[in-house]
């Protein structure tokens, strides 16, 4: 987490710090998040606790319909056609922003098949549990590839990484 000005309590920059809800409020992670500038990723050594109270913004900041989630397609679904198109009119999760980049450079036509695509989001293994449900399970079960549309069918805030 990072925060505006000095650290609090005497801890020096880096050292580990308690944080509550009420300070998460304060982090410039919980300020962009809740003003939707960011799309939330969380991982598993987030405490519960932050993670909901950081959920609930990301969720509230998508009903608003702002910034980053005015143009994202990630739940509702997008068609690629180009790779231009990836880099330069898509706005989705980052995550799986990322997934589909390293994809097509295995491809050396430039073409966009997106035939293999599940298969290789399997094989990378993104391990995950959903949120509330508490269901373990891997990214490429969360995503559905139909033709040359894909849509990430659980929302990114209910969406937890375990670490490598």
């Known amino acids: 987490m990072a925060f505006p000005g000095t650290p609090g309590g005497g ?13 998460l409020h304060e982090s410039v992670n919980y300020q962009l998040l809740d003003g939707a500038w960011v799309y939330p990723t969380f991982y598993f050594k987030l405490y519960v606790d932050l993670r909901a109270d950081l959920a609930s913004a990301a969720a ?11 143009a994202d397609t990630t739940l509702s679904g997008f068609t690629l056609t180009s790779r231009a198109e990836l880099t330069d009119s898509l706005v989705i999760l980052p995550k799986l922003f990322r997934r589909l980049a390293e994809y097509l450079t295995l491809d050396e036509t430039g073409g966009v098949d997106l035939a293999g695509f599940p298969a290789f989001l399997a094989a990378h293994d993104d391990r995950l549990f959903t949120v509330p449900a508490g269901q373990a399970t891997s990214l490429d079960t969360l995503v559905q590839v139909t033709d040359a549309t894909i849509t990430l069918t659980v929302p990114p805030e209910q969406i937890v990484f375990i670490e490598g």
């Open 11 to 23: 801890g020096a920059d880096g050292s580990a710090v308690y944080l509550d809800v009420a300070k």
């Open 60 to 70: 509230a900041a998508r009903a608003r319909g702002r910034r980053v989630w005015d």
